[in-house]
């Protein structure tokens, strides 16, 4: 079978496979040369060579295919990119077959969101924001962006009415971006419902979501009417704490276009090595995420019932406010627990500096066990007023649960809160 006529069987053939298998087999040795390798290579080279002068200049002109330079596409970054077309993007070609879903890698999540940002707006525009974003993304759009000219209007995506409202004060907005659950409060916001009240004003504002708490695993934003997702795959995706990267997905071909040409343009493209090393760890994928949901209902449950913790933050757990919402929404509940101490940040770090097994360490979704306090660490960027009007307060801990036993992280746990 010719190469193009293989890899289109492929595609269309592991679309209708489940996801684990997906993650297992999508994408493998696309454009890749025919070696038998079992898993696929490291092109970690910056260019390309060519045959013949023409040969180069058919490549330049898009009339041939194949690779010029890193920067603007390579073999084993493809893999990953054709990986996550299949995990975000299956329902939607499965639906429509002619509708091209595409994935961009970028060389961190931050990369990956200004890149989305950068493709959707232009100066003189205006984007509506969730008001509680990972801390480089509120600094992003309140401090960056605005030296552009694109103006951030922050609103509280889970409050429809919220949403709706400044849509109409802003029905010219190009561009919807919000994370859902949110970092570190795992608010959520119905991605339906957003999507109808937004594309009710204006059909053409687009709607990106980052979907890094969730993975595709548990949440796949395109199928519930969203325009872009965007992950940080340093997180879940990655999963073993090795990489810093980013990906963009879209079902939209102009959208697509804008981004290929920030990342050609701003140079934002991921290092082969690192690509690789993401496929990896996306093999192993669903098997984390299902430990790492068991164990974080686990400990929710276990500090809702502690003395000394005021409040537990987890959309599984029945008194979340969006419980319900994340049982449809989601398929399961997610690897990240946070929570309020009674006695306030001095009691967290008394906490983070007694507790062992759990790593105090930023960043989310490895293999192994971190704790953090975001008002001093991640989100320690965002104005105080404007952290705890989102619910960032001062005592708020973070866990991003792993795969160790779970009687170890409960131990552990135990242990420290006895010395706060």
Known sequence: MEDSKRKDFLEKFYL?????????????????????????????????????????????????????YTRLGNPTVRVLEAKLNALEGAAIKLADPEKRVATLAFSSGMAAVSSAILSACSAGDTLLVGDVVYGATEHLCSQVLPRFGIRA?????????????????????????????????????????????????????????????????????????????????????????????????????????????????????????????????????????????ASAMAIARHLESHPKVAQVYYPGLESHPQHKLAGKQMRNYGGMVSFELKGGFEAGRKLMDAIHIWTLAVSLGSVDSLIQHPASMTHACVPKEKREKGGVTDGLVRLSVGLEDLDDLRNALDEALAKV
């Open 153 to 293: 209007v922050e609103v509280k995506m889970a409050d429809l009415e919220a949403v709706e409202a400044a849509m109409k004060a802003h029905p010219n907005a190009k561009a919807v971006y919000f994370e859902t659950p949110t970092n570190p409060t795992l608010e959520l916001a119905s991605i339906p419902d957003v999507v109808r009240v937004v594309k009710a004003v204006n059909p053409k504002t687009r709607v990106i979501i980052d979907n890094t708490f969730a993975t595709p695993y548990l949440q796949r934003p395109l199928e519930l009417g969203a325009d872009v997702v965007v992950h940080s795959t340093t997180k879940y995706i990655c999963g073993h704490g090795t990489v810093v990267g980013g990906v963009v997905t879209t079902a939209d071909e102009a959208m697509k276009d804008e981004l290929y040409k920030v990342i050609k343009d701003l140079g934002s493209s991921p290092s082969p090595f690192d690509a690789w090393l993401v496929n990896l760890g996306l093999k192993t994928l669903p098997l984390r995420m299902e430990r790492h949901c």
């Open 16 to 68: 209708d496979c489940g996801f684990a298998t997906r993650a297992l087999h999508a994408g493998e040795h696309v454009d890749q040369p025919e070696t038998r390798a079992h898993t696929g290579a490291i092109f970690q080279t910056s260019t390309f060579t060519f045959h013949t002068a023409q040969e180069g200049a058919d490549t330049f002109a898009g009339e041939r295919n194949g690779y010029i």
